[in-house]
């Protein structure tokens, strides 16, 4: 969420293409680069659907406070 919780999600609209996603996993740590991201209505759930190469997508309520839309952040993961 953008708005809970320490609100982690609160500015991906900052994020830009080429921008970094690091995720640490307790056996590694992936970074991904950002391809794109825009802003979307609720319904439209097919960024959430399996990808051919290995992605990660940050969804979450949009914009700050109002949530009537959704902000979706694509990123393809970074060759190592």
Known sequence: HNDIFGE???????LKPGDTIIIHTNQRTFTY???KW????????EFMAPTSDATTT?????PYRVSDKRIVVIAKLQDS
């Open 8 to 14: 982690i999600f609160r500015y991906l609209d900052q």
């Open 38 to 45: 825009q802003v979307v209505e609720p319904t439209q759930v």
């Open 33 to 35: 680069v950002i391809t």
């Open 58 to 62: 940050l969804i979450s309520c949009y």
